[in-house]
Protein backbone atom coordinates (compact mmCIF):
# COMPACT_ATOMS: atom_id res chain seq x y z
CA UNK A 1 0.00 0.00 0.00
CA UNK A 2 1.44 3.72 -1.15
CA UNK A 3 1.26 6.52 1.08
CA UNK A 4 -0.95 7.87 -1.23
CA UNK A 5 -3.80 5.05 -0.43
CA UNK A 6 -2.50 5.17 3.28
CA UNK A 7 -3.50 8.72 4.13
CA UNK A 8 -7.00 8.29 2.13
CA UNK A 9 -7.69 4.80 4.19
CA UNK A 10 -7.38 6.66 7.48
CA UNK A 11 -9.04 10.07 6.58
CA UNK A 12 -12.00 8.25 4.64
CA UNK A 13 -12.47 5.61 7.31
CA UNK A 14 -12.25 8.30 10.37
CA UNK A 15 -15.88 8.78 12.15
CA UNK A 16 -14.86 12.42 13.37
CA UNK A 17 -13.98 13.60 9.42
CA UNK A 18 -17.01 12.28 8.09
CA UNK A 19 -18.70 13.70 11.10
CA UNK A 20 -17.06 16.84 10.04
CA UNK A 21 -17.55 16.66 6.40
CA UNK A 22 -21.54 16.32 7.31
CA UNK A 23 -21.28 19.36 9.21
CA UNK A 24 -19.82 21.74 7.13
CA UNK A 25 -22.19 20.07 4.11
CA UNK A 26 -25.61 21.07 5.92
CA UNK A 27 -23.34 24.64 6.90
CA UNK A 28 -22.61 25.45 3.23
CA UNK A 29 -26.39 24.00 2.30
CA UNK A 30 -28.06 26.00 4.56
CA UNK A 31 -26.52 29.19 4.03
CA UNK A 32 -26.53 28.85 -0.04
CA UNK A 33 -30.45 28.61 0.09
CA UNK A 34 -30.83 31.14 2.98
CA UNK A 35 -28.63 33.25 0.14
CA UNK A 36 -31.18 32.24 -2.48
CA UNK A 37 -34.02 33.40 -0.96
CA UNK A 38 -32.89 36.71 0.97
CA UNK A 39 -31.80 37.98 -3.36
CA UNK A 40 -35.33 36.47 -4.32
CA UNK A 41 -37.26 38.87 -1.46
CA UNK A 42 -35.02 41.96 -2.29
CA UNK A 43 -35.35 41.43 -5.90
CA UNK A 44 -38.24 43.63 -5.93
CA UNK A 45 -36.15 46.89 -4.44
CA UNK A 46 -33.63 45.68 -7.04
CA UNK A 47 -36.66 46.40 -9.52
CA UNK A 48 -36.18 50.18 -9.16
CA UNK A 49 -32.50 50.02 -9.12
CA UNK A 50 -29.83 51.06 -12.66
CA UNK A 51 -27.11 49.38 -11.02
CA UNK A 52 -28.76 46.37 -9.43
CA UNK A 53 -26.78 43.67 -8.18
CA UNK A 54 -26.26 40.28 -10.23
CA UNK A 55 -27.04 36.62 -8.81
CA UNK A 56 -23.24 36.41 -9.06
CA UNK A 57 -22.85 39.75 -6.89
CA UNK A 58 -25.75 38.85 -4.83
CA UNK A 59 -25.22 35.49 -3.91
CA UNK A 60 -22.47 33.26 -5.50
CA UNK A 61 -19.29 35.62 -4.80
CA UNK A 62 -20.19 36.18 -1.02
CA UNK A 63 -21.04 32.51 -1.13
CA UNK A 64 -17.27 31.17 -2.79
CA UNK A 65 -16.29 33.91 -0.03
CA UNK A 66 -18.29 31.90 2.70
CA UNK A 67 -16.47 28.69 1.70
CA UNK A 68 -13.10 30.16 1.63
CA UNK A 69 -13.59 30.89 5.53
CA UNK A 70 -14.97 26.99 6.35
CA UNK A 71 -11.85 25.90 4.17
CA UNK A 72 -9.50 27.21 7.98
CA UNK A 73 -11.08 24.86 9.75
CA UNK A 74 -11.23 21.89 7.19
CA UNK A 75 -7.12 22.54 6.41
CA UNK A 76 -6.18 22.99 10.12
CA UNK A 77 -7.36 19.42 10.80
CA UNK A 78 -6.96 17.83 7.61
CA UNK A 79 -2.97 19.15 7.30
CA UNK A 80 -2.45 19.08 10.99
CA UNK A 81 -2.78 15.47 11.31
CA UNK A 82 -0.91 14.88 7.79
CA UNK A 83 2.36 14.56 10.30
CA UNK A 84 1.74 15.50 14.00
CA UNK A 85 -0.33 12.17 14.24
CA UNK A 86 3.18 9.68 12.90
CA UNK A 87 4.80 10.30 16.50
CA UNK A 88 2.32 7.84 17.53
CA UNK A 89 2.39 3.71 16.50
CA UNK A 90 5.96 4.48 15.31
CA UNK A 91 4.64 6.48 12.30
CA UNK A 92 7.66 8.47 11.71
CA UNK A 93 9.75 5.00 11.95
CA UNK A 94 7.88 3.68 9.08
CA UNK A 95 8.69 6.71 6.71
CA UNK A 96 12.51 6.16 7.51
CA UNK A 97 12.06 2.46 6.63
CA UNK A 98 10.16 3.50 3.37
CA UNK A 99 11.94 3.27 0.40
CA UNK A 100 10.47 6.05 -1.94
CA UNK A 101 12.01 9.42 -1.70
CA UNK A 102 11.55 12.28 0.05
CA UNK A 103 10.29 14.11 -2.88
CA UNK A 104 7.55 11.21 -3.56
CA UNK A 105 6.19 11.13 0.57
CA UNK A 106 5.66 14.57 0.25
CA UNK A 107 3.61 14.35 -3.05
CA UNK A 108 1.78 11.38 -2.17
CA UNK A 109 0.93 12.46 1.07
CA UNK A 110 -0.02 16.38 -0.26
CA UNK A 111 -2.35 15.28 -3.00
CA UNK A 112 -4.32 12.72 -0.30
CA UNK A 113 -4.89 15.64 1.95
CA UNK A 114 -6.09 17.74 -1.24
CA UNK A 115 -8.39 14.80 -2.13
CA UNK A 116 -9.60 15.01 1.41
CA UNK A 117 -10.36 18.58 1.27
CA UNK A 118 -11.79 18.50 -1.75
CA UNK A 119 -14.41 16.30 -0.77
CA UNK A 120 -15.62 18.65 1.22
CA UNK A 121 -16.11 21.68 -0.82
CA UNK A 122 -16.96 19.35 -3.92
CA UNK A 123 -20.92 19.91 -3.06
CA UNK A 124 -20.43 23.46 -3.26
CA UNK A 125 -18.54 23.58 -6.22
CA UNK A 126 -21.25 21.56 -7.70
CA UNK A 127 -23.98 23.56 -6.52
CA UNK A 128 -22.42 27.28 -7.64
CA UNK A 129 -22.22 25.74 -11.06
CA UNK A 130 -25.50 24.43 -11.18
CA UNK A 131 -26.99 27.90 -10.28
CA UNK A 132 -24.47 29.65 -12.91
CA UNK A 133 -25.82 27.75 -15.68
CA UNK A 134 -29.97 27.56 -14.11
CA UNK A 135 -29.16 32.01 -13.93
CA UNK A 136 -27.72 32.13 -17.46
CA UNK A 137 -24.96 34.35 -15.69
CA UNK A 138 -21.89 34.95 -17.28
CA UNK A 139 -19.16 31.69 -16.45
CA UNK A 140 -15.68 33.39 -16.54
CA UNK A 141 -16.05 35.80 -13.40
CA UNK A 142 -17.27 32.62 -11.39
CA UNK A 143 -14.51 30.14 -12.76
CA UNK A 144 -12.18 32.58 -11.78
CA UNK A 145 -13.27 32.59 -8.47
CA UNK A 146 -13.31 29.23 -7.63
CA UNK A 147 -10.08 29.33 -9.21
CA UNK A 148 -8.50 31.02 -6.21
CA UNK A 149 -10.86 28.80 -4.10
CA UNK A 150 -8.64 25.83 -5.60
CA UNK A 151 -5.63 27.75 -5.32
CA UNK A 152 -6.27 28.84 -1.28
CA UNK A 153 -6.79 25.70 -0.46
CA UNK A 154 -3.84 23.82 -2.45
CA UNK A 155 -1.95 26.74 -0.54
CA UNK A 156 -3.44 26.31 3.16
CA UNK A 157 -2.84 22.58 2.72
CA UNK A 158 0.65 23.36 2.04
CA UNK A 159 0.83 25.79 4.92
CA UNK A 160 -0.65 23.25 7.80
CA UNK A 161 1.37 20.22 6.37
CA UNK A 162 4.54 22.27 7.07
CA UNK A 163 3.70 23.05 10.93
CA UNK A 164 2.46 19.68 11.35
CA UNK A 165 6.11 17.91 10.28
CA UNK A 166 6.98 20.57 13.37
CA UNK A 167 4.84 19.83 15.51
CA UNK A 168 4.64 15.78 17.71
CA UNK A 169 0.97 16.28 19.21
CA UNK A 170 -1.93 16.39 16.68
CA UNK A 171 -3.71 18.65 18.48
CA UNK A 172 -1.94 21.15 19.00
CA UNK A 173 -0.70 20.81 15.32
CA UNK A 174 -4.54 21.65 14.76
CA UNK A 175 -4.79 24.51 17.06
CA UNK A 176 -1.54 26.16 15.44
CA UNK A 177 -2.41 25.41 12.64
CA UNK A 178 -5.88 26.91 13.06
CA UNK A 179 -4.71 30.00 14.65
CA UNK A 180 -2.23 30.44 12.01
CA UNK A 181 -4.96 30.84 9.64
CA UNK A 182 -7.17 32.62 11.26
CA UNK A 183 -4.50 35.44 12.07
CA UNK A 184 -3.92 35.56 7.90
CA UNK A 185 -7.66 36.25 8.25
CA UNK A 186 -7.58 38.43 9.96
CA UNK A 187 -4.43 40.52 8.56
CA UNK A 188 -6.89 40.27 5.26
CA UNK A 189 -9.23 42.50 6.80
CA UNK A 190 -7.19 44.62 8.53
CA UNK A 191 -6.75 48.48 7.50
CA UNK A 192 -3.52 48.96 9.96
CA UNK A 193 -0.42 49.52 8.15
CA UNK A 194 -2.48 51.40 5.05
CA UNK A 195 0.06 53.55 3.03
CA UNK A 196 -0.94 55.97 0.15
CA UNK A 197 -3.84 54.17 -0.22
CA UNK A 198 -2.59 50.67 0.24
CA UNK A 199 -2.67 48.54 3.05
CA UNK A 200 1.30 46.07 2.17
CA UNK A 201 0.34 44.07 5.50
CA UNK A 202 -2.34 42.83 3.70
CA UNK A 203 -0.73 41.56 0.57
CA UNK A 204 0.72 39.06 2.95
CA UNK A 205 -2.44 37.25 3.32
CA UNK A 206 -3.30 34.43 0.83
CA UNK A 207 -7.32 35.56 1.52
CA UNK A 208 -6.32 38.88 0.05
CA UNK A 209 -4.60 37.27 -2.77
CA UNK A 210 -7.55 34.88 -3.30
CA UNK A 211 -9.89 37.86 -3.18
CA UNK A 212 -8.10 39.20 -6.48
CA UNK A 213 -9.98 36.58 -8.56
CA UNK A 214 -13.29 37.93 -8.30
CA UNK A 215 -11.93 40.23 -11.08
CA UNK A 216 -12.10 39.16 -14.81
CA UNK A 217 -9.02 39.19 -15.70
CA UNK A 218 -5.91 36.53 -14.27
CA UNK A 219 -4.08 38.41 -11.14
CA UNK A 220 -0.55 37.12 -11.90
CA UNK A 221 0.96 38.41 -8.64
CA UNK A 222 -1.75 36.06 -6.81
CA UNK A 223 -1.24 33.34 -9.38
CA UNK A 224 2.40 33.61 -8.36
CA UNK A 225 1.97 33.99 -4.67
CA UNK A 226 -0.31 30.89 -4.75
CA UNK A 227 2.73 28.57 -6.49
CA UNK A 228 5.41 29.98 -4.86
CA UNK A 229 4.34 29.57 -1.52
CA UNK A 230 2.92 26.04 -2.22
CA UNK A 231 6.82 25.24 -3.77
CA UNK A 232 8.51 26.56 -0.33
CA UNK A 233 5.72 25.14 2.16
CA UNK A 234 6.51 21.25 0.30
CA UNK A 235 10.14 21.73 0.38
CA UNK A 236 10.84 22.95 3.90
CA UNK A 237 8.63 19.61 4.77
CA UNK A 238 10.97 17.71 2.44
CA UNK A 239 13.71 19.23 4.19
CA UNK A 240 11.91 18.13 7.61
CA UNK A 241 11.78 14.62 6.31
CA UNK A 242 15.16 14.45 5.33
CA UNK A 243 15.72 15.34 8.91
CA UNK A 244 13.74 13.05 10.48
CA UNK A 245 15.17 10.57 8.47
CA UNK A 246 19.18 11.27 9.59
CA UNK A 247 17.53 11.42 13.27
CA UNK A 248 16.33 7.79 13.31
Given at each position: MTLYQSELKYFLRSPVIWLIMSLTAFISAWSFLLSIELFTV????????????????GVIAPFISSQAKILVFITAIIGGLSFARLSHNNGWSLIHLSYFSEFKLVTQKYFALLLVCLLFILPSILAVMSLTFISGSQLL????????????????????????????????????SLI?????????????????????????????????????????????????????????????????RLVL
Open positions: LQVKFAGMSDAPTITQPIMMMLLGLLLLMLWMVALTMMISSFVNNSGFAILLVLMALLLISQSAIGAQWGKNWLQILSPFYQFFQFSKNTVPLASLGYFIFGIIIFLWVVKIRIVHK
